[in-house]
């Protein structure tokens, strides 16, 4: 989890977002089961949402804006460097989060 919340912080995901908290849960379960990879809106949303007393849909929007953030104003080289690939444009909820544990995993 410390490694996790270490990650947004050099990504440039600020504490002072929901969607960072909403994120290191969401990771910390796709690191626990990849199948939420398979099912990012139906299942990893909701049980983020159910975590966090929220809707999923509430999820969704925090995270796109956390992937904003991230983009825009953080460090989108950090990102294209652990992503593997070149990242033409903002990587969708889903692709963050793929990158974001493929990584992790890796890490070890």
Same mark, same amino acid.
């Given at each position: 989890? =410390?490694?996790?919340?270490?990650?947004?912080?050099?990504? *440039?995901?600020?504490?002072?977002?929901?969607?960072? #908290?909403?994120?290191? #849960?969401?990771? !910390? @379960?796709? @690191?626990?089961? =990849?199948? %939420?990879?398979? $099912?990012? %809106?139906?299942?990893? #949303?909701?049980?983020?949402?159910?975590?966090?007393?929220?809707?999923? =849909?509430?999820?969704?929007?925090? +995270?796109?804006?956390?992937?904003?953030?991230?983009?825009?104003? *953080?460090?989108?080289?950090? @990102? +294209?460097? +652990?992503?593997?690939?070149?990242?033409? !444009?903002?990587?969708?909820?889903?692709?963050? +989060? =793929?990158?974001? %544990?493929?990584?992790? $995993?890796?890490? *070890?």
């Amino acid at each position: 989890m =410390d490694k996790t919340r270490a990650l947004l912080l050099r990504l *440039g995901i600020r504490s002072t977002l929901k969607g960072f #908290y909403f994120l290191l #849960y969401a990771l !910390q @379960l796709c @690191l626990s089961n =990849d199948e %939420y990879l398979l $099912s990012v %809106y139906k299942t990893l #949303y909701v049980d983020v949402a159910t975590h966090f007393g929220t809707s999923r =849909d509430n999820v969704e929007h925090c +995270i796109r804006t956390a992937i904003s953030n991230c983009w825009y104003k *953080g460090n989108r080289k950090l @990102l +294209i460097t +652990i992503s593997g690939y070149e990242l033409k !444009q903002k990587p969708a909820n889903g692709e963050f +989060i =793929d990158i974001l %544990y493929n990584y992790l $995993s890796e890490e *070890g």
